[in-house]
């Protein structure tokens, strides 16, 4: 039975629920600036506040999502809520196979907390697209702030900031700042996401004080996460800024010859190449970095994930279908069992092997699956002659860049950095469906 079928038969049942609740048009009226109020200061606060703080935003996203659709008819399931629903059914049975199921249930229950703040995010643009650009200054807020108080710590004592640098590895003794998420990595990881966001608000957002707050947010922004050292970080940056160009070049030259719209990003490409070989040469500090990335097990940092990974791929084998279950509490229970001595470690070092790891094949399947819907989401807003095309280019951006970061880390699953992409995920499954009181 193909797909569509089966979907066409299950969203009924799924929806069924929604829309259950009479409520007036003054009720429906305050729904939507309390969503935005709250998203707005959750995303704003992402790296202030504390985890207690944190959940209770969490908590009230999702009651309040519950709430608004109880009010609202349903409406249609786009594919890439389709494929989180899908994502979300196997972590369940993740969890109910689990070998620690009470560690499995904290992660199933962190997904679905993550789940509604998406869920709301995506009521919210569906209705009232105007809260994007809100949204996304309260996004770029935080950002801006956590880079002026990273960047002050360059003036500050270095002792704190070079212990970041492992001394037994080609980079000891840099300065490495933090800012207030306590993690050069997990820094790196909140920010570079952010510099799509800023630069498309630099192209989007009218008025010279919106513009400047745009644009210095992009330069600090960058600045820091050069800053943190990540060589992950630096590698998400080159990636999110490279996709914003090349799909900005791709939207402006569609009228272009066929000749010259495909001469053109190879040619943007190729000094892009260039400009990264002579950083990569000719700048000692960077210089010294992409070395250790080709140092092998020669560089310790290197040596600590390869040893990880293994570790985590034995797990994999033992269970190759649905995995140990959902979590961080999951891996940090089942890992001990494989770790292999003085190699600890709260995760597998790897988005793709961290999923195969907690929900095994099909979650690692299903998670392509919404990668490649949100793709092309993305990819079809790029010849709309409106806003959305140019926030469907940021979302990409943000979230090429956090792909390549998470091929050696796993800061994603942070919620400074998880609701990031949750956010990119919302503007783009929002896209195409706004209803008539956009």
């Known amino acids: 039975m193909p797909a569509t079928d089966v979907s066409s038969r299950l969203i009924p049942i799924l929806l069924r629920w929604q829309g259950l609740l009479k409520a007036g048009p003054a009720t429906l009226h305050r729904l939507a600036p309390l969503a935005g109020c709250i998203l707005f200061v959750l995303l704003g606060g992402l790296p202030f506040f504390t985890r207690s703080g944190l959940a209770l935003l969490l908590l009230s996203s999702g009651l309040l999502w519950v709430l608004w659709s109880l009010a609202t008819p349903a409406a249609a399931i786009d594919k890439i809520t389709m494929w989180l629903l899908i994502i979300l059914g196997v972590a369940v049975l993740a969890t109910g196979v689990s070998p620690v199921p009470i560690a499995a249930t904290k992660g199933l229950l962190k997904l679905l907390s993550y789940l509604g703040v998406y869920a709301l995010t995506h009521k919210l643009l569906i209705h009232h697209q ?8 309260g996004l770029l807020c935080g950002g801006l702030l956590s880079s002026v108080l990273a960047l002050r710590q360059l003036y500050a004592s270095t002792e704190e900031l070079a212990r970041w640098a492992d001394p037994n590895s080609m980079s000891a003794g840099t ?9 050069p990595n997990l820094l790196a990881g909140y920010l570079l996401p952010l510099l799509p966001f800023a630069a498309i608000a630099l192209l989007r957002w009218k008025g010279i004080g919106c513009r400047l707050f745009a644009g210095v947010t992009l330069v600090l922004t960058t600045v820091a996460t050069m800053f943190t050292y990540s060589r992950g970080g630096w590698l998400g940056l080159i990636a999110g800024l490279s996709v914003v160009v090349l799909l900005l070049l791709v939207r402006s030259t569609q009228t272009w010859p066929l000749i010259w719209r495909r001469l053109l990003p190879s040619v943007v490409l190729l000094l892009g190449v260039v400009v990264l070989v002579v950083a990569a040469t000719q700048f000692e500090p960077i210089r010294t970095r992409i070395s250790s990335l080709l140092a092998g097990r020669g560089d310790s940092s290197n040596n600590f994930r390869i040893n990880v990974w293994f570790a985590a ?11 140990i279950g959902p979590g961080n509490a999951a891996f940090n229970s089942i890992y001990p069992l494989y770790q292999q001595p003085k190699f600890n470690a709260l995760s597998a070092y790897s988005v793709p092997l961290e999923i195969l790891v907690e929900m095994g094949i099909p979650g690692l399947i299903a998670c392509f699956g919404l990668l490649d ?21 940021a979302c990409l951006a943000a979230i090429s860049g956090m792909l390549v970061q998470g091929i050696t880390d796993t800061i994603f699953f942070r919620p400074e950095v998880q609701l990031t992409g949750w956010f990119a995920l919302a503007t783009l499954s929002s896209q195409g469906g706004q209803s008539k009181e956009a």
Do not use: F, Q, T
């Open 373 to 393: 819907a949100a793709v092309r989401k993305g990819l079809a807003s790029l010849h709309l002659d409106r806003p959305e095309a140019l926030a469907g280019i």
């Open 175 to 183: 300065i490495r700042i933090y800012g207030p998420l306590g993690n």
């Open 313 to 323: 791929a034995e797990m994999v084998r033992d269970h190759p279908w649905l995995g």
């Open 130 to 137: 105007k809260w994007w650009d809100r949204l996304l200054a």
